[in-house]
């Protein structure tokens, strides 16, 4: 006849705690695992993969976008809720009126079609005042402040405000290294507010080399973005297998648990013979 072990109320208590150590690890694994890390209404853009001619898709990576001198191509972001940006993209080192490297809005319509944010004018008073692309800084607060103080286009502004121009004279803008230019988009109906969004830049006036490094949106219209921001978490999550080693842990304790009560439970047997 198998007899029963007597367990004390203080061993009682011991195991008790122990089991809800358990359960609490085990808890707050299965929690860590279901902690969200993207953040609601910021989209990146793939500039591998961006629309352009006939709704091709293009790759705008590499020196210049990818695009060989003389090259002009439409660069389309289009937006669920029916807003758009959709400048021209140019490599042209000619010297042919217009001729321009960089962003270019020369026959899609300056504003309807979006707009970038820029300062002044690297262009005398002289049509068509060729304008400088402002570059922000990374954190630098993204809205519609960020373009009230630029001047007003009209007939005073020309193809787009791009990194260099040729209009009889050649213009260039400074140099940028790792900064951000501010775009919003188009305000199409039922929309009353522009989208605002970002495009990481280099450009050097030596070379006139400039490279796309990476863009973002904010897909809420009238929403500010940060520059650089991506809607990543603050918080980071673990690695799966830092949880599985948590409830690998506790596994490995119950086990030594019951091991020792077994011994404990043939010590006591061995006596009572």
Do not use: C
């Not at 590499?62 to 001198?69: E, F, I, Q, S």
């Not at 217009?98 to 970038?116: K, W």
């Not at 060729?130 to 001047?151: K, R, V, W």
């Amino acid at each position: 006849m198998k007899k029963s072990r007597y367990v004390s109320p203080k061993s009682q208590k011991k195991m008790s705690s122990r089991r809800a150590a358990a359960a609490a690890v085990v808890s707050l694994g299965a929690g860590i695992l279901g902690t969200q890390s993207a953040e609601a209404g910021i989209v990146t853009i793939d500039l591998t993969n961006v629309p352009s001619d006939g709704g091709n898709l293009k790759n705008f990576t590499g020196p210049n976008a990818g695009l060989t001198d003389g090259d002009r191509m439409p660069f389309s972001i289009n937006l669920a809720n029916g807003n758009f940006f959709r400048p021209n993209i140019a490599n042209q080192r000619g010297t042919g009126n217009y001729s321009q490297i960089g962003f270019d809005f020369n026959g899609t319509g300056f504003e309807a079609n979006g707009l970038i944010a820029y300062g002044g004018f690297s262009q005398p008073g002289t049509y068509p005042h060729a304008a400088t692309p402002t570059a922000f800084a990374a954190g630098a607060l993204i809205n519609e402040s960020a373009f009230s103080s630029t001047p007003n286009p009209g007939d005073s502004f020309g193809t787009g405000p791009s990194f260099r121009e040729f209009y009889g004279i050649e213009y260039l803008s400074p140099d940028i290294t790792n900064k951000y230019l501010a775009f919003k988009t188009s305000i199409t109906g039922p929309n009353t507010a522009a989208n605002y969004g970002w495009i990481k830049v280099n450009w050097n006036s030596t070379t006139k080399v400039f490279e796309l490094l990476g863009a973002a949106y904010e897909s809420d219209a009238g929403v500010a973005i940060m520059a650089g921001d991506t809607g990543a978490a603050a918080v980071p999550e673990p690695s799966t297998m830092a949880v599985f080693g948590l409830g690998a842990l506790v596994l490995g304790a119950g086990k030594v648990r019951k091991q020792r009560a077994a011994r404990r439970q043939k010590q006591a047997e061995a006596l009572s013979v």
